[in-house]
């Protein structure tokens, strides 16, 4: 079974701070891992994936991640946080032989100018 | 480049209603989902659909009925509506399962209440 845990329901920065959202994962296989954003009243849209290979990935608007297997974490990076980086968060896993996504409870982000 | 399109955007149910939310893409893609979103809950699986005639349940499926007669259509349907189904619902498709390569995209959602 996989299971995803977020630490913090709620995450604020100051414009321009340092964005660190954590992600830790359960999984009985070697997983593929994920990062979703949901802007206010819209769907969730994908920030950046984790497959196979390098294990720092980069997505959109300048955030990465890095899956360390050996604590089984994905944590979501950003060097500055902006603005418009509001909104909330999903970490999710999925079996790589399977289409079923597992997702975490979510974190929103606020920044304060 | 309308994607996933989910109608209505709001409604409000009394306990015991029914409704159809209806789900539209245009990406000609197999694979179909429903999630319901809760707060602090994430994102839960409804039902889903890997084409046209198939349709299969998923971790919440109870009170929901789904079909899926055209590759673009996934309806959701509540027949007797309750307060535990207040949620935000949303659509889902992909090209294929494999998420490597596949992505879900996801429609802007619908937000029931059911009072």
Not at chain 2, 15 to 24: A, D, P, R, Y
């Amino acid at each position: 079974a996989q299971s995803v845990t977020q630490l913090g329901s709620h995450v604020s920065v100051s414009e321009g701070a340092l964005v660190l959202l954590r992600c830790n994962y359960s999984s009985s296989v070697p997983p593929y891992l994920f990062w979703y954003v949901q802007y206010p009243n819209q769907g969730l849209q994908l920030l950046l994936k984790y497959t196979t290979g390098a294990t720092l990935v980069k997505g959109i608007n300048g955030f990465e991640a890095e899956f360390k297997k050996s604590e089984t974490s994905f944590h979501l990076t950003k060097p500055s946080a902006h603005m418009s980086d509001a909104a909330e968060y999903f970490c999710a896993v999925s079996d790589p032989n399977t289409d079923k996504l597992i997702f975490g409870t979510g974190t929103r982000l606020q920044v304060f100018p | 480049n309308a994607g996933v399109t989910q109608t209505p955007k709001f409604r409000i149910l009394k306990i015991g209603q029914s409704m159809t939310l209806q789900c539209t893409q245009d990406m000609n893609h197999n694979y179909m989902y429903w999630y319901r979103q809760d707060p602090g809950m994430g994102l839960k699986l409804i039902y889903y659909s890997v084409g046209a005639g198939i349709t299969d349940k998923g971790e919440v499926p109870n009170g929901y009925n789904v079909s899926r007669s055209t590759t673009e259509d996934f309806p959701l349907r509540l027949e007797l509506a309750a307060p535990s189904q207040t949620s935000v619902y949303f659509c889902a498709s992909s090209y294929s399962r494999d998420r490597a390569y596949s992505p879900l995209h996801f429609g802007n959602g619908t937000r029931l209440t059911v009072t």
